[in-house]
Every structure is written in C-alpha cells, then in structure tokens.
Nanobody, 121 residues
Framework: QVQLVESGGGLVQAGGSLRLSCAASGRTFSRYAMGWFRQAPGKEREFVAVISWSGGNTYYADSVKGRFTISRDNAKNTVYLQMNSLKPEDTAVYYC??????????????WGQGTQVTVSS
C-alpha cells in the first residue's frame, strides 16, 4: 500500500521559516517526480513546487520563487519543502504528491493527507 506522510507544518509568524517533509512508503519513488501543492480555505488546490526524479530539475510557482526550496533524498524516499520569509498568504494545507514532472495536479498519482501551515501577521 502506497503511503505519503507529511510533517513539519505548524503556526509561525510572518517572516519565519518552516521545513515540511514528506516520507513515502510502499514502493520506491526514486524514478518519479515529487511535488508540493497547497489549498487555502475556499480556494482551489494550487501548485507550489516540483522536483524531478534525480533532483536535477525544479520548478516553482511565481508566488513562492526565491522563498521556498524543494529537495529530495531518494535514499530516504523523502521530499522536503524549505519555506522561508513566510507570508500570511502562504497559509494553507500543504500536500505532497508523486507523479509526473508537472504543475498539473492530475499528473500526480499519489497524495499525502496534508499538513496545515498557518502564518500569522
């Protein structure tokens, strides 16, 4: 059974940092891209960042470029999202996903349960 488990969310003040982790189990994901998406209350799920299977390619949403960094450790089947200079508008439930190297959530086959990130002003 495939399982993705996110951790690292929480409450932080604006300007602060958080590091999200997503551990995958049930199969080896080293040949798949991994991505982060987020969903704020009343809004659609939106793309945040994606990393290729090798880690050699990354792509970010304009809203987080320069503040967030995605990385992965294939030996640990884990993807990370380092979030710096957080803003109140970053408040959302953050989801990790495994699938194709894309910004389209429909290209991702497996999803975690999400972790809440709340940024206070």
């Amino acid at each position: 059974q495939v399982q993705l488990v996110e951790s690292g969310g929480g409450l932080v003040q604006a300007g602060g940092s958080l590091r999200l982790s997503c551990a995958a189990s049930g199969r080896t994901f080293s040949r798949y891209a991994m991505g982060w998406f987020r969903q704020a209350p009343g809004k659609e799920r939106e793309f945040v960042a994606v990393i290729s299977w090798s880690g050699g390619n990354t792509y970010y949403a304009d809203s987080v470029k320069g503040r967030f960094t995605i990385s992965r450790d294939n030996a640990k089947n884990t993807v990370y999202l380092q979030m710096n200079s957080l803003k109140p508008e970053d408040t959302a439930v953050y989801y990790c996903a495994v699938g194709g190297y894309s910004v389209d959530p429909s290209r991702f086959d497996y999803w975690g349960q999400g972790t809440q990130v709340t940024v206070s002003s």
